[in-house]
């Protein structure tokens, strides 16, 4: 009797041993690792309904902070948003810079997308910014914003991939243009693109 529980033993073992050698294998092997980028349209916290919150350097936006300047929060209702009810205008008072910081697999290449507008309420027409990757510009955007609206933004796509280097990577996206009217962006996101390299 004991020589059979013994063989069903040994067989669970070999399976659970099987199974440990198999799970970081797979994890190497091209399955898409999380990212844990989080909140790319800006929905947390609220900010009032068809206004906005102003916010300064060193706060943050959820998982973002604004490392540079002020920006605007902007609520729902205050102007059409690309994505939820949310979006952020990256010039407050001034040219601002938001950044937030994730889990990445070195050597892995991700891919960036993101929703650029402007603030159609004043200022000259191109409103213009980079985004960087660990403080390294990856690339720069220009949005004109002759015949926008709050309610017709004109939201286009933008998109760009990098290689991590790190085990955390920090994407960040600055305002190049001066006065309280800057680039807009909403629904960013972060992804492995198991198509490259």
């Not at 810079?97 to 889990?103: G, I, L, N, R």
């Not at 960036?112 to 507008?117: F, H, I």
Request: glycine share 14%; proline share 5%; with cysteine.
């Amino acid at each position: 009797m004991s020589f059979p529980r013994a063989r069903v033993a040994v067989a669970a073992l070999l399976v659970a041993g099987a199974t440990a050698l198999a799970g970081p294998a797979q994890a190497a092997g091209g399955h898409r690792a999380l990212s844990h980028f989080d909140d790319g349209s800006f929905e947390t916290p609220k900010a009032p309904a068809n206004s906005f919150t102003g916010v300064a350097a060193g706060q943050a936006i959820g998982p973002w902070t604004v490392t540079a300047g002020s920006v605007d929060l902007i609520g729902a209702g205050f102007w059409q948003a690309a994505e939820g009810d949310q979006s952020l205008d990256l010039n407050g008072g001034n040219a601002g810079t938001v950044a937030q910081s994730f889990t990445t697999v070195p050597g892995t290449t991700y891919s960036v997308t993101y929703a650029l507008a402007g603030n159609p309420g004043g200022g000259p027409a191109l409103r213009t910014g980079r985004t960087l990757i660990d403080g390294q510009n990856f690339q720069d955007f220009s949005f004109d914003v002759t015949g926008k609206t709050r309610t017709a933004m004109g939201y286009v796509g933008r998109q760009f991939t990098f290689v991590a280097q790190n085990t955390s990577t920090t994407l960040s996206f600055v305002s190049t243009v001066v006065g309280a009217y800057g680039p807009v962006i909403d629904n960013v996101q972060v992804k492995e693109c198991v198509c490259c390299g």
